[in-house]
C-alpha cells in the first residue's frame, strides 16, 4: 500500500492541478469566447499562440515561465514589491506551470462549445437590454457549461501529469512542490522500483477517474 | 400625417445587394413588405444595431440610434427597441417566467411603462409560467417571446416574420394578440413580412421594397395597387384574416352568427366554450368569395353579403376586389368573369360566401 508520504503527494498533485485548472479557467473563457464569438482582428494570431504550449517541449514553457516569474522576471518582480511573496519553486509555481500546458487543450474545447451556441440567442438578450458581459454570463456560460465543465476536467487530468514544465518552474522539492510524477521520476533514478510502480497505478487510476468523468459530460454534450 | 416615430435613412452595401431607404414611420403599425432577398431583414437589423449601416441616420423618438455623421452608433441594449424573430428563440436554460423577466429586470424603473402581470393576462401565459421552453407549442412560444419582447417597454417592437413558423389557425390567433396588444400598449411596431395576407390584416402603411429599394410606402390597400407590387404578390394566397364578434351561438353548437363591421356571417367550426360576445379569428381566402350582380336566391351558401366594390386591380392573368360588405373584403376573381359581369368601381354586388369556406382560427 502507499505510504503516508506518498499520500501527502497525491494530495498536493490534486491540489496543483485544481489551482492550476482554477487559474486557467477564466483565462481560457475569455480566450474562448474571443476564437468562438468575437471578430477582433488577428485572431489567428491568437488561434496559433494559444496552441504554442501544446507543441512547444513543457521545459521551454517552464523556462519562460520562469523568465517571467523568477525575482527578474516582470511579473515576478511586480509579486515581489507588491505582496512580497515569491512564486518560483513554490506549489503555486507548479499550478501555474499546470495551468499554462493544459490551457490550450482547455480554449480548444471551450470554443468548441461556445460556438455551438445559437448566436441569435445572444442577440435576443442585447436586444433585450443585455450588455456583452450580462450576455456571456446569463446566456453563452450557462449553454455551453458542460462543454465548459469537461475542458476543465480535461486540463485538471493534464495537469496532474505536468512534469517537465514543472521541475523547471517549481523544482522537485520533497514535502513542497514534489508532485506524483516528478516522484515517480525521482524513485524509477533511485532504482526503488517497487515505489515506482505503487504510484504509477496510482496515477493511472487517477486519470482513469479524470478522464471517465470527462467522458460522461463529453457524451452528454453530445446527446 | 402622424408624428414620426422611426425616421430611417440607411445605406448599405455587400459585394452582390446594395440597401438604400430614406423614409419615416409614423406612430402604429408599419409593415416591410418585399419577397424574401430583398432587404427586409437588413432593414430591420440596422434599426435593432445588428448591422451597422455603411452611411445615413436613424432616429428613434428624435433620439440617434445611428448617424454616420455623429458618429454614433448605439449599441443593442441601448436601443429601447425590442425584437422578435421567426423563431421564438426563448432562453431553453430558463422556465417561461424566468425568460418574460429577462428584460424587465435589465429595464431601468423609471423606463418601466409595461408590466409583466399584464402581458401574462394579455397574452393568456398564466398556466405556462413554470414550463420549460422545449415543452411549449410553437405558438406558445411565440407568445412568450413576444411577452418577453414587450416586458422591457420598448420604445419600437422590430418583428421579423413572427408568424413564418406557424400554420395558419395559429397565424391568426397569434395576429390578434398582436392587435390585442398594440391596442392596450400603443408600442410602435415594425412587421417585417413577405405574405400579402398577414400585413393586410395588421399594418396601418406598408414599405414596399425589392432588390434593396423602396418602392412604396402607403397604407397596405393602397400599396396593393401599385402595379410593381403586383409581381411580388401571390394571388391564391391572399387571405381576409379578420376578427369577428360571436352574436348568437346556434343551435347546433359547432354553427354560430359573428359580427365583422357591420356584416353578420354564419360561420362553422366555432370551437366549445365560444359563446355570444367572445372575438374569434376567421380567414377567408379571397378565391373563395363568389360575386354576383344579383341577388342570389335558392341558393345552398350560407352568407349573401350586400356590398359595393370600392377597387378593381389586375394581377397577373387575375382580378382583385376590393369590396366594402360592412367589413371590408378582398375577392379575388378571373378576368373573364370581371368582363363577362362588366363590373366597375362603385357597383353594389353581393359577395356569397360558403360557411364551410370562413375557417375559424381558434
Known sequence: MLSSEEFQVIGLSLQVAALGTLIGLPIALWIGWLLAKSSIPGKPVLDTLVSFPLVLPPVVTGYLLLLLMGPDGPIGRLLNSAFGVDVVFTWVAAALAAGLVALPLMVRAIEVAMAGVDPRLELAARSLGAGPFKTFFSVTVPLAHRGILAAALLAFARGLGEFGATIVVAGSIPGKTQTMPLLIFNRIQLGDDAAAVRLIVASMVLALLALTAHQRLARRIAI | ?362
Open chain 2, 1 to 362: 400625417m402622424k408624428e414620426t416615430c422611426l425616421s430611417l435613412k440607411v445605406s448599405k452595401r455587400y459585394p452582390d445587394f446594395s440597401l438604400e431607404v430614406d423614409t419615416s414611420f409614423p406612430e402604429g403599425i408599419t409593415a416591410i413588405f418585399g419577397p424574401s432577398g430583398s432587404g427586409k431583414t437588413t432593414i430591420l437589423n440596422c434599426i435593432a444595431g445588428i448591422t451597422s449601416p455603411d452611411d445615413g441616420e436613424i432616429r428613434l423618438h428624435d433620439r440617434p440610434l445611428f448617424s454616420s455623421s455623429l458618429g454614433v452608433s448605439l449599441p443593442p441594449e441601448q436601443r429601447h427597441v425590442a425584437l422578435m424573430f421567426q423563431e421564438s428563440l426563448l432562453f431553453p436554460h430558463y422556465r417561461v417566467y424566468e425568460n418574460i423577466l429577462y428584460g424587465f429586470k435589465l429595464t431601468p424603473p423609471e423606463r418601466r411603462r409595461i408590466q409583466p402581470e399584464h402581458l401574462v393576462e394579455l397574452l393568456e401565459l398564466g398556466s405556462l409560467m413554470e414550463r420549460r421552453p422545449s415543452s411549449l407549442s410553437t405558438g406558445e412560444r411565440q407568445r412568450v417571446a413576444l411577452a418577453r419582447a414587450l416586458a422591457t417597454s420598448p420604445e419600437l417592437l422590430l418583428m421579423d416574420e413572427p408568424l413564418g413558423a406557424l400554420d395558419i389557425a395559429l397565424r391568426g390567433r397569434i395576429l390578434r394578440y398582436l392587435r390585442d396588444v398594440h391596442r392596450e400598449l400603443e408600442t410602435p411596431m415594425v412587421y417585417v413580412s413577405h405574405s400579402i395576407s398577414e400585413v393586410l390584416a395588421i399594418a396601418d402603411r406598408a414599405l414596399v421594397i425589392s432588390g434593396g429599394m423602396q418602392l412604396a410606402f402607403d397604407e397596405p390597400r393602397k400599396v396593393l395597387l401599385e402595379p410593381y407590387v403586383h409581381s411580388l404578390v401571390e394571388l391564391g394566397s391572399v387571405e381576409n384574416l379578420l376578427d369577428a364578434q360571436v352574436v348568437e351561438q346556434g343551435s347546433d353548437h359547432s354553427l354560430a352568427d359573428a359580427r365583422i363591421g357591420d356584416a353578420v356571417l354564419r360561420v362553422t367550426g366555432v370551437p366549445l366554450g365560444v359563446g355570444a360576445g367572445d372575438t374569434i379569428s376567421i380567414a377567408i381566402s379571397a378565391a373563395d368569395i363568389i360575386v354576383a350582380v344579383d341577388r342570389p336566391s335558392r341558393i345552398s351558401a350560407r352568407n349573401i353579403l350586400n356590398a359595393r366594390i370600392q377597387g378593381i386591380h389586375q394581377v397577373g392573368s387575375n382580378v382583385l376586389l376590393y369590396a366594402d360588405a360592412g367589413a371590408p373584403f378582398m375577392v379575388e376573381i378571373t378576368r373573364e368573369a370581371l368582363e363577362t359581369l362588366e363590373l366597375r368601381e362603385g357597383q353594389e354586388v353581393f359577395l356569397v360566401i360558403k360557411s364551410s369556406s370562413i375557417v375559424v382560427l381558434d
